[in-house]
Nanobody, 113 residues
Framework: QVQLVESGGGLVQPGGSLRLSCAAS????????MSWYRQAPGKERELVAA?????NYADSVKGRFTISRDNAKNTVYLQMNSLKPEDTAVYYC?????????WGRGTQVTVSS
């Protein structure tokens, strides 16, 4: 059974940091490109960062967020620094191959004073 389980979300003050984790199981993790998306209330889901052969970031998070993966632990991470209120959203991880994609259920990140 395929599972992607996000964790690490929460409430943080502006300028703070959080590290999100996404633990994968049920598929060959190393063969999948992994990415983080987010969806704020009333907005469409958007790509935040992706890691495959290379890494890619949304312009809004470049220099503040870092995506990484540990294939031995079947886990992808999103280190988020210098957080802003506009980063508030539900953050989802996604696994993608040439034929399949899987989504996690998300973790809430709230940036507020």
């Amino acid at each position: 059974q395929v599972q992607l389980v996000e964790s690490g979300g929460g409430l943080v003050q502006p300028g703070g940091s959080l590290r999100l984790s996404c633990a994968a199981s049920g598929f060959t993790f190393s063969r999948y490109a992994m990415s983080w998306y987010r969806q704020a209330p009333g907005k469409e889901r958007e790509l935040v960062a992706a890691i495959g052969g290379s890494t890619n970031y949304a312009d809004s998070v470049k220099g503040r967020f870092t995506i990484s993966r540990d294939n031995a632990k079947n886990t992808v991470y999103l280190q988020m620094n210098s957080l802003k209120p506009e980063d508030t959203a539900v953050y989802y991880c996604k696994a993608r191959s040439a034929w399949l994609e899987y989504w996690g259920r998300g973790t809430q990140v709230t940036v507020s004073s």
